[in-house]
């Protein structure tokens, strides 16, 4: 276990934490966070936003997360999910290759000490978060990859951790949350005597609140989202490729200090129903509508997530693409005026604004969902898929959420997608997305 040590550094809230030398210059070889860049400053800047005080906002989040495990009379968390260990810890180290090769994952008392495992020989990539109490090296891998046959003696030697973190900090409490887990850990655990409790739970709902500086972080990732979408409709033209324009968000967010784009979804005239598909070599045709959904990881690993339908070329759309797209939008437009704190889950599925029968059957999956690093509670669905008891809460104020729709007939031509991303404030919502509909399909 290799000891926690802190590198010498200075907190500048407009730029992040910066490593520096000694006599206060910055250390350009040695910047201990991978957020924004100096493009993106500059723009969020010129907008007006301000950006996330980043040691007060993981402050935030690790109280968040204490309080869940306080309310429920759990000793700690075990999370190995990559979002919930960036949300104890705002660590990032791979997350997407964590998310096939589960080799990571920190342990969160009802105390607030906090231990992260890392990979071998990255404990220095968190070194300069100074709510983590422990960096410890390997052992939270025992998935096959990392331990072939000796799974179970590796899990093993976890659970013996996880176990000596329980006594020293949990007293005679065994309730340990857990989000996700190998096989083998869990078995390592149960062996142990701990009680194995519903992490996911916990730590959604922790999540589900934001504080002043996720919502500034999150204001910072939608700016650039929607200045890469912007390049991206300077680009549409007929002859491109679906792939050649969404390579652009990439890029975009990428140059920006952005992280990765969670889906795909951008397709074209007949590709854009069924929904779902995804972005493929098929050249943008004058006349088509190009339809995508962002899901974007953006700086500071916050999610902007909205979509947007538009028509390519200089003509005229047709009635029907234009009928689509109204309905598309009174949809979301509708299912936002009923946004307000208090409002139960189970009355905006009774409420919402009803499908004409015709797009019933091709509705997307959800009416709104939660977000944050990425998708998250709630799930608000469709009369026809809900699930009694499964969402029993309330919005609150800090929530945020994503409003969506997906109008295309089963054989249609084409589908428009439309969402946008709002905050539930003290006495109604606020709009956190400012992309342009296509005036063309409006007009």
């Known amino acids: ?26 250390d350009d070889n040695d910047r201990v966070e991978i957020g924004p860049t100096d493009i993106a400053f500059a723009e969020w800047a010129a907008l007006g936003l301000s950006a996330p005080t980043l040691d007060r906002m993981r402050s935030t989040r690790l109280q ?22 960036r949300y104890a810890t705002d660590s990032s180290n791979m997350h997407l290759w964590i998310t096939h090769n589960p080799s990571r994952a920190v342990f969160v008392s009802a105390g607030g000490y906090v231990v992260l495992w ?4 990255c404990g220095h990539l968190s070194e300069h978060l100074l709510l983590v109490n422990e960096i410890r090296m390997d052992g939270a891998g025992f998935y096959y990859f990392a331990a072939g046959d000796q799974e179970e003696a590796v899990a093993k030697s976890f659970a013996g951790q996880i176990d000596e973190l329980l006594r020293t900090h949990g007293g005679k409490n065994r309730r340990l949350a857990v989000d996700k887990i190998e096989i083998p850990g869990l078995r390592a655990l149960d062996a142990a005597g701990i009680e194995i409790c519903n992490g996911m739970q916990l730590m959604e709902h922790a999540r589900a609140v934001k504080g ?10 939608l700016a650039t989202c929607e200045i890469a979408v912007a390049k991206m409709r300077q680009l549409l033209r007929p002859g491109i490729a679906e792939t050649e324009l969404w390579s652009v968000l990439h890029a975009e967010n990428i140059a920006r200090g952005g992280e ?3 889906t795909r979804i951008l397709t074209s005239g007949p590709r854009t129903n069924p ?3 995804e972005a493929g070599p098929r050249r943008i045709a004058a006349g088509d509508l190009v339809a995508f959904d962002t899901d974007m990881v953006g700086p500071y690993g916050m999610c902007a997530d909205f979509s947007r339908t538009w028509f390519c070329g200089d003509g005229r759309p047709s009635d029907e693409q234009r009928r689509l797209h109204a309905i598309a939008l009174e949809h979301i437009t509708t299912n936002m005026e009923l946004l307000r704190p208090g409002i139960a889950f189970t009355e905006l599925t009774q409420r919402g604004h ?3 029968e015709e797009f019933v059957d091709q509705r997307y999956g959800v009416m709104m969902h939660g977000i944050g690093l990425c998708d998250e509670y709630p799930a608000i669905y469709y009369p026809q898929d809900f699930i009694p008891g499964a969402f029993d809460y309330i919005l609150e104020p800090g929530m945020t959420l994503c409003v969506e729709a997906y109008i295309g007939a089963v054989g249609g031509r084409e589908g428009v997608k439309l969402e946008e991303q709002v905050l539930i404030t003290e006495d109604g919502y606020e709009k956190l997305t400012r992309c342009p509909f296509d005036a063309a399909l409006i007009s």
């Not at 309080?67 to 968390?77: C, E, F, N, P």
Request: net charge positive; proline share 6%.
């Open 1 to 26: 276990m290799s000891s926690f040590s802190i590198i010498s550094h200075k907190i500048d809230p407009t730029r992040g934490e910066i490593a520096r030398r000694p006599d206060g210059s910055i």
């Open 64 to 85: 968040r997360i204490v309080s869940q495990l306080r309310k429920r009379d759990y000793a700690g968390v075990l999370c190995f999910d990559p979002l919930n260990i």
């Open 118 to 121: 890392d990979l071998h020989h």
């Open 212 to 221: 002043i500086d996720e919502i500034n972080a999150m204001r910072c990732s």
């Open 260 to 262: 990765w784009i969670e």
């Open 275 to 277: 929904w779902m598909q």
């Open 354 to 356: 009803k499908l004409p």
